[in-house]
């Protein structure tokens, strides 16, 4: 069967470390894969997107990489602050195309301490 | 400023009554998306349309129903078969034809059955 998981429920850290969050996926072969961020009681805000020919992008603290072999992405922010505290999630676009319907995992709910 | 306004933000529902969700977007974007989601879950598609007087079921589109008269509008019907509605509603929105699309969601509005 087709999943997507993002390995952990939550994450804490301290502040100034790097966070590293998983999403793994099987059965599955996404075009795109993108992160969004969500704070609670509002909606998800999108973050990055990357494409299955890209390892890596960047924007500013934030990192992602993409691999189709391991099919698996990892998100990464540096220098962490507790503002970046918030769920995140990661979502499969397994079209690529005008559906545009991704497939969202359930979230990583990260707090970073001050 | 563009954007999505869903509304009400909270709302409660009475057994066997039927609520409807407005959401509007001003983006001039041709899809439009309705997700629940519930705790602990992740984002499910409830219903999205790519076009004007055109939709098609999501993953759980039983006991919901939805119109798209207009492009800038996209109301969710929560229906009285709907037996377990109680949940944190999301309208999404993104540009039509662009692959690896980014969407834009709403505040969210919150559907709790009493």
């Known amino acids: 069967s087709q999943k997507i998981e993002q390995n952990s429920e939550a994450l804490n850290i301290q502040e100034g470390k790097t966070a590293t969050l998983t999403c793994n996926y099987t059965n599955y072969s996404p075009a795109y894969l993108q992160w969004y961020r969500q704070d609670p009681g509002r909606g998800p805000v999108f973050l990055l997107l990357?494409?299955?020919?890209?390892k890596e992008k960047r924007k500013e603290r934030l990192k992602v990489t993409f691999d189709t072999t391991l099919k698996q992405s990892l998100f990464h922010i540096t220098a962490s602050q507790p503002a970046d505290s918030a769920t995140y999630l990661c979502?499969?676009?397994?079209?690529?195309?005008?559906?545009?319907?991704?497939?969202f995992g359930k979230g990583t709910k990260l707090s970073v301490k001050p | 400023d563009g954007g999505i306004t869903q509304s009400p933000k909270y709302l409660f529902r009475k057994e066997g009554q039927n609520v409807t969700l407005s959401c509007e977007q001003n983006l001039n974007h041709d899809a439009m998306y309705w997700y629940r989601q519930d705790p602990g879950q992740g984002l499910r598609l409830i219903y999205y349309s790519q076009i004007v007087n055109d939709f098609q079921k999501g993953d759980i589109a039983e006991g919901y129903s939805v119109s798209r008269e207009k492009k800038e509008s996209f109301p969710l019907t929560v229906t009285s078969a709907q037996k377990n509605p109680t949940a944190f509603y999301l309208c999404?929105?993104?540009?039509?034809?662009?692959?690896?699309?980014?969407?834009?969601f709403g505040e969210g509005s919150w559907l709790t059955v009493v």
């Open positions: 999404a929105s993104s540009p039509r034809g662009s692959p690896g699309n980014t969407i834009y």
């Open positions: 979502a499969l676009d397994t079209y690529g195309g005008s559906q545009g319907n991704l497939i």
């Open positions: 990357i494409r299955e020919n890209e």
